[in-house]
């Protein structure tokens, strides 16, 4: 699993290190079809395509990890349900309020008034995401925290924060990861639909350059453009099953 | 959900969601960087009259809290200020409108993805096909953009926004292919579960020569009301991802009104689409979690199970 997150992590990196380098100039005419110096042709601005995919990663992926640390935040939050009846009640009612709220709407909603950035995108979305599901690790933990060998701990002395440390977060771990990479995934589909649809920020994203290829006239039916909508389609599947592959717990099996 | 404890619950849960989202779109259409309220009529495209209905409808003049309980006030009176993007229609009239277009491809495909998840399960048996399980994680939209180049390459469904009857089609294909792994997934779930509860009654089921099929059909039956509850928290989802599949298909419902409203600057028809989206969201969600004690007789009148 370590070899798995640190594969995530360089992912991240590597695409934060291609969005600084490359710098994609208008190479031939609009929309040529693939050849072997383009292997996936030009895009509507006449720019590499592989050039501009690999350039705007880092868009998608700064939504990626943010709703990965949001959710691995809210969710590790929730998981102090098991030492506090208070932050139960919080979660439980939280999570009752907010985890139906209809995401999308409300990220386009609040494009009419902010500018919102990929990662801002990504944080709320992981947040909210994190928030469905952190009903289910509170209950969890509220279990573990019967546990003989937990009472035991608290029989000798330990302190809540100990506890949580130590006996319940161990126990929570495979939950937890299960439920931040659905968050990430939620993140990285969620930025990609709005920048799909040309509101957000207009950094570069998969999701802005396929608008691009959608708001172009004629751009979609050509070759070129379907075989660039596709990629970045199957990009921004892939990267969310990165996250899952990553986090997936070493016992079960690989899918 | 448990008893009639639970159903105030439900309801309590619902009404406190449904303000939240109204509380959300006032505070967005009101108090946002930028305040796309504020200069209202100083272009001098908008009438006084229009600038007056909306300084009336979202309490502009007064303090934020008063403002709110007025926006909710209008609202329930069926007035949701003028849109400035449709030339002063009423905004709410607009929204209620694209709902039940919205409403009436949803829900027939949400019912017919439910039922083929469950003729599945009856016929291939309760096992989720890998591939089946990768599809339920997948967006609705990258269907809706295969259908919006479909329309473009192949002219279907038509490329003009309407609601007319190819779209509507269309959308329904949309959602089911979306939704019908998903819900397959969810039956898969709470079969595998069931089947570990009545492991003794299939046993004994077997033993009388009950064949498979019939088997599967009453386990199915078995867990109808807790998968009649999944399957509304499921509607609920796609109801609010309407905002994003409506605009790529261009079919002109709620979704659609809502995007139109954002990328128009009409703060307006955006507070009252997003509020009329979000408690439909919330109403169709918890009808299930409603529902399931009054469907189960084991959960009817209170008795846990």
Redo the contacts between chains.
Sequence with gaps: MKKRLLLLFAAIAVSYLLSRLLRCKAVGASLEPPSPAHPLGTGPLGRDAVCVLAASSWGSMQALAAGLAAGLAVLAAASTAGVSRAAWRLVASAS???A???????L???????VLEPWQVGALIGALAGLQAARAVASRARQLAREPYVEAAYAVGAGRLRILAKHLLPGLGSLIAAQASLAA?AAV?AQ???S????GSGAPSWGRY?ALI?STP?A??TPAG?IQ?ATS?ALV?AS?YLVYWALLPAEEPS? | MRGRGGLAAAAA?TV??VL??AT??YL??RA?????LAGLGESGALPPKAVESIERVYGLREPPLRGLLGFLYSLLRGRGGPSLYYGGANALGLALTGLWRTLAVMLPATGAAAVAAAAWSIVMGFELP?PV??LS???G??YA?AA??SS??LGWPPPLPCSCLSKAVAYFLVVFIALWPRMLHTLSGLLQDALGELSGYAAAARAVGLGERRLRARLVRAVAAPFAAQAALLA?MV???S??LE??LGYTGL?RL??S???N?D?VL??TA?TV??SA??LV??LGRLLEPLLDPRLRGGEAA
Excluded: I
């Design positions: 009752a309020l907010l139906g709220m209809p995401r999308m709407a409300l386009m909603v609040l494009a009419l008034v902010l995934a589909y990609t639909g709005l799909m649809l040309g509101l396929m959608l004629g979609a039916v379907l909508l389609l599947a969310a899918a | 849960e406190a969601g939240l989202v959300a779109a967005a259409a946002g960087l930028g305040n796309p890998g399980r990768a994680f997948m967006p939209y990258f953009v919006a180049v473009w390459l609920g109801l609010e991802r905002a994003v605009p790529l979704g809502l995007y409203a954002v990328a600057a703060p955006a507070a997003f989206l979000g969201a919330y969600a918890s």
